[in-house]
């Protein structure tokens, strides 16, 4: 900390999270390098031209284009490819090909198109990283064009930490919130601001175990103490629920 501030460190990336749902990319190559690409994108719901003669597809591009889930083009690339009309949305180069590999580069940077040419730092907009995937739950590590290699490493060992059903119990915080904003449906900054404040303190309080174990009589139950602004823990929520106990009477001096 510099004066009570967060120090700043240059040299890195913004590591966002790309929304390409619905998005037109282009991926240029046909080899192993492009059909880890081409799944990253199908992941993400884009939609994704391969630009490659046919003879250059791996066993995996070419089942990906028989089956329907991407296009193809059965040539080399031409700038026609990235005419207005295609709206293309990114560039993603994977060819053996250096020289190749830079005109493409300089003809996405002239059209303002954004392009990760595969192995050369210098002419990327922005790198792939190594994601762990738990369903909604991703982690990206990113290692800047320095090493991939330890960037998959270390992606390993977190993923390997983090406690079993993460992705699980991510996937049911997020189905809280959308029974949230159903109850308190308010759009002014002071509603969302409270619900964005409710839901921290819910995550603050609540493990990961708690999570997983939540069902929707307990997310009923959560979500009613919302009003007052009040966040229960999970066992709180759960004395909420009604016993089964079924009570008798045995006829004579006490109860079975």
């Not at 949305?89 to 590999?101: G, N």
């Not at 919302?226 to 929520?237: C, K, N, R």
């Amino acid at each position: 900390m510099s004066a009570g501030f967060p120090i700043v460190q240059g040299g890195g990336s913004l590591i966002l999270a790309w929304q390409i749902k619905g998005k037109h990319v282009l991926v240029i190559g046909g080899g192993e390098v492009a059909a880890g690409r081409i799944l990253n994108l199908l992941n993400a719901d884009a939609r994704v031209t391969v630009i490659c003669p046919r003879h250059g597809l791996t066993p995996e591009v070419a089942y990906r284009v028989d089956s329907g889930q991407i296009s193809h083009t059965d040539r080399i690339f031409l700038p026609l490819d990235l005419e207005p009309e295609r709206n293309v949305s990114m560039v993603l180069t994977a060819i053996d090909d250096p020289e190749a590999s830079t005109r493409i580069w300089k003809y996405c940077k002239k059209l303002k198109v954004p392009a990760n040419i595969a192995d050369v730092p210098p002419e990327c907009d922005f790198y792939f990283g190594s994601v762990h995937r738990d369903g909604p739950l991703q982690i990206m590590v990113s290692t800047n064009g320095n090493g991939p290699r330890l960037a998959a490493s270390i992606r390993k060992q977190i993923g390997d930490m983090l406690p079993k059903g993460t992705g699980q119990s991510v996937a049911k915080v997020g189905q809280l919130r959308r029974k949230l904003r159903a109850v308190a449906p308010g759009k002014g900054v002071d509603s969302i601001n409270k619900r964005m404040g409710w839901m921290s303190e819910v995550c603050d309080r609540w493990s990961t175990e708690n999570f997983n174990e939540m069902d929707e009589e307990d997310m009923e139950h959560l979500i009613q103490s919302y009003g007052p602004g009040v966040v229960p823990s999970f066992e709180d929520v759960r004395l909420r629920r009604p016993t089964n106990v079924v009570w008798e009477f045995d006829g004579s001096f006490g109860w079975l």
